[in-house]
């Protein structure tokens, strides 16, 4: 069974600053996907980055980019610039590459607090 | 938005009661899944639909069941609610099943008193 692991409960950083939250997950799969989803006050879940593990080139989405190591099975997020607006938790999530299934298995997250 | 959109926003009922969350995936996505995000026991994936066939359960209990109707919406049925099945329910969508993102509705939240 996969395992997704987020060993910081929370964290902070300044307006402006870079910060790296981590992920590390489990699996004996080969072909998967790995997503970081933020989750703002306002609960919604909103899709921030995904990683597809057969890409090695490290996925980047504006201020968002991840650094994936597949061999020692780690996913970080990286915000650089960071806004207030960035402020939620973010959660990371591991999904099984398969023709039929698709479901998610989330870690315990990671509560970012962006201060002015 | 996420283009997918789940009635009611909040529910609160007492316990031994049923109720059903609906879910109206994004225009053109075939798969919908249900989660449940407690405090205790974190996000959980519940059960997946696709094209209206079951494909995938989780941690699913007895007592709650789910269908995906021929026009793609889901509902999922919660009966004799306990308190600790006070949670919010997310439903997912997806174009294929197992390769797409899953995009994510607002929630239900749910209150058992």
């Known amino acids: 069974a996969q395992t997704v692991t987020q060993s910081q409960p929370e964290m902070s950083v300044q307006e402006a600053e870079t910060v790296t939250l981590s992920c590390t997950y489990d699996t004996s799969e080969n072909n998967y996907y790995l997503f970081w989803y933020k989750q703002p006050p306002s609960r919604q879940m909103i899709l921030v980055i995904r990683?597809?593990?057969?890409?090695?080139q490290n996925a980047t989405e504006n201020r968002f980019s991840v650094n994936f190591q597949k061999a020692a099975k780690s996913f970080s997020l990286k915000i650089s610039d960071s806004q207030l607006g960035d402020t939620a938790m973010y959660f990371c999530?591991?999904?099984?590459?398969?023709?039929?299934?698709?479901?998610?298995?989330f870690g315990q997250g990671t509560t970012l607090q962006v201060k002015p | 938005d996420s283009g997918v959109t789940q009635t009611p926003k909040h529910l609160i009922t007492a316990t031994g009661q049923r109720v059903t969350l609906r879910c109206s995936p994004r225009s053109g996505d075939l798969s919908v899944y249900w989660y449940q995000q407690s405090l205790d026991q974190g996000l959980q994936f519940l059960i997946q639909y696709y094209n209206g066939e079951e494909r995938a359960k989780g941690n699913i209990l007895e007592r709650f069941s789910a269908q995906q109707f021929p026009d793609l919406h889901s509902e999922l049925n919660l009966s004799s609610l306990e308190l600790g099945d006070s949670a919010l329910y997310f439903c997912?969508?997806?174009?294929?099943?197992?390769?797409?993102?899953?995009?994510f509705g607002p929630g239900t939240r749910l209150t058992v008193l």
């Open positions: 997912a969508s997806s174009l294929q099943a197992g390769t797409d993102t899953q995009y």
């Open positions: 990683q597809e593990a057969y890409k090695q």
């Open positions: 999530a591991f999904m099984k590459l398969t023709s039929n299934t698709g479901k998610l298995i």
